[in-house]
């Protein structure tokens, strides 16, 4: 059990806590995942997913627990005690808590509260779910005595349609251009994966998607089990190089590296709990 | 490819979910869901995804490609609604991640998760109780078993025909020891790891009777078979 606060207090969710909850989880995951809005309709959207096999709040306002000192909230760590993949066990599924200073200490709370619950409830352990890129909510549960492994759970992805996926980050990848030291590269890319292909041009600093050209400046050719890797930045261009997956052709490769690179930089990724389904 | 099947999209619900499966004399037989979500690619974008959910195929019906046409004809479906990319979720240790990948699925990202055991005794019990069921064998010997948690207290268990009980001390005999981390523990239950490949990996120390240990590893290593999903 770690160090509490005296003045800090826990308590369950209260009807129209969504507004301050959705805020401040839009504050915790900004350091590692960027701007994500997720709106307090949204947030409380996640207790209808498919996978949450809970009594939503307003049947057991437990499972939202919230740590607050004078009125001010703090933290909240939402908890499924009826997980349908495991009987035996109370799931942490959100783990949250406001600023840097004290926020470990907060969590820890949190899942100290969690786990008195859970031992209420006759659970013989306590998971807690992570986001790839949270590396405070697992600070704290490594902290609070807990042990961690990756192999759980699998998210897998196929593009389905690849020019249309371009166009959707089309303002993402003149973003990336215009930011890049290559802002003022103009020509054509032709991407090819499969059965699929695409074309990007870009040009004082933007980048507009379209067919594949005939003659482009680059030609990426990307083996299709490497293509949501890049396209979801989940590894470069360059990884992908050295691993045969893709290939390249250009009048000048370094420079066609650097603009790819620039284009499809390692990203987090961020599924909202609140679109798990 | 069985002629008398028939792939049928059914109607998009409100909420933008729709089922398409696979039917056999008018009956549903194998099918998956999908529905929309916006995915963050970074901090400006966001694509619209066909999340999947629901996939499954009844045993009888299965090995004869109708997931394959289920999946065929729901990507063919999400290209013509607007979908740039499908995502799934599903783990290692399901036959099913192996027919993702042949579909054109990429794994993405692995979850994380850490736990804790709260109550090492009734876990433990709940635990054996579950492969005492599935293992007739290991259900007819007479273990007295002690599992030591490192960090953690010892937990002692009683292994009778169906029933598993935990014991307040030490019995006068003893079968069989082990001792390991709770990872590990929870790893042999739900990760695929067999008890042997743990004994290999220097995961877990044991002592007492090889024919004990055997027969608790055989038993662990039946139970842990990939659930056939598809």
């Given at each position: 059990m770690s160090p509490r606060r005296r003045d800090m207090t826990i308590r369950s969710f209260r009807e129209g806590d969504e507004q301050v909850l959705a805020h401040l989880f839009n504050a915790y995951v900004a350091d590692f995942l960027g701007p994500i809005?997720?709106?307090?309709?949204?947030?409380?959207?996640?207790?209808?997913?498919?996978?949450?096999?809970?009594?939503?709040?307003?049947?057991?306002?437990?499972?939202?627990?919230?740590?607050?000192?004078?009125?001010?909230?703090?933290?909240?760590?939402?908890?499924?005690?009826?997980?349908?993949?495991r009987e035996d066990a109370a799931v942490v599924q959100e783990?949250?808590?406001?600023?840097?200073?004290?926020?470990?200490?907060?969590?820890?709370?949190?899942?100290?509260?969690?786990?008195?619950?859970?031992?209420?409830?006759?659970?013989?352990?306590?998971?807690?779910?992570?986001?790839?890129?949270?590396?405070?909510?697992?600070?704290?549960?490594?902290?609070?005595?807990?042990?961690?492994?990756?192999?759980?759970?699998?998210?897998?992805?196929?593009?389905?349609?690849?020019?249309?996926?371009?166009?959707?980050?089309?303002?993402?990848?003149?973003?990336?251009?215009?930011?890049s030291l290559l802002r003022q590269w103009r020509g054509s890319v032709k991407i090819l994966s499969g059965d699929q292909s695409s074309g990007l041009l870009c040009a004082d600093g933007s980048v507009a998607v379209g067919p594949a050209p005939d003659e482009p400046d680059v030609t990426l050719a990307i083996r299709p089990e490497a293509l949501p890797l890049l396209l979801l930045g989940r590894e470069t261009i360059g990884e992908l190089y050295v691993q045969d997956a893709v290939s390249l052709t250009a009048a000048d490769a370094a420079e066609a590296l650097s603009l790819l690179d620039a284009l499809f930089p390692r990203l987090p990724l961020f599924l909202p709990r609140a679109q798990w389904w | 490819m069985p002629s008398d099947s028939e792939i049928t999209l059914g109607p998009k619900r409100s909420d933008g979910w729709r089922k398409v499966s696979a039917e056999v004399g008018g009956k549903d037989v194998s099918h998956l869901y999908y529905g929309p979500a916006k995915v963050h690619v970074g901090r400006h974008a966001a694509v619209t995804m066909a999340c999947i959910g629901g996939v499954g195929t009844d045993k009888q019906h299965r090995r004869r490609g109708l997931a394959r046409r289920v999946f065929a004809r729901a990507v063919a479906s999400m290209q013509g609604e607007g979908y740039t990319v499908a995502g799934l979720f599903t783990s290692r240790r399901l036959v099913a991640h192996r027919l993702y990948r042949r579909f054109g699925f990429v794994d993405v990202s692995s979850g994380r998760i850490a736990y804790k055991v709260l109550d090492p005794a009734t876990l433990a019990r709940r635990s054996l109780s579950s492969l005492v069921q599935q293992s007739p064998e290991l259900g007819r010997r007479r273990l007295a078993l002690r599992l030591c948690f490192e960090r953690s207290r010892t937990v002692y268990l009683k292994i009778e025909g169906n029933d598993v009980s935990v014991l307040s001390r030490a019995p006068r005999r003893l079968d069989l020891s082990l001792t390991m981390s709770h990872t590990t523990f929870l790893q042999l239950f739900d990760s695929g790891i067999g008890l042997s490949h743990a004994l290999g990996a220097k995961l877990v120390q044991w002592s007492g009777d090889a024919g004990a240990f055997d027969a608790l590893a055989k038993a662990i290593a039946a139970f842990q078979r990939p659930v056939d999903e598809e």
């Open positions: 809005r997720l709106s307090p309709r949204a947030w409380r959207a996640q207790f209808k997913r498919k996978s949450w096999r809970g009594p939503s709040l307003t049947d057991d306002s437990d499972c939202c627990r919230i740590a607050e000192v004078g009125g001010r909230v703090l933290g909240y760590a939402l908890t499924d005690y009826q997980p349908f993949w783990l949250c808590a406001a600023g840097e200073s004290g926020a470990d200490e907060v969590m820890q709370v949190l899942l100290a509260d969690a786990e008195q619950r859970g031992l209420a409830r006759g659970k013989s352990c306590l998971l807690l779910v992570l986001s790839p890129e949270d590396g405070r909510s697992a600070g704290a549960a490594a902290s609070s005595g807990y042990e961690e492994h990756r192999d759980h759970e699998l998210f897998m992805v196929l593009i389905v349609d690849l020019s249309g996926f371009l166009e959707e980050i089309a303002p993402a990848l003149s973003a990336r251009l215009a930011e | -």
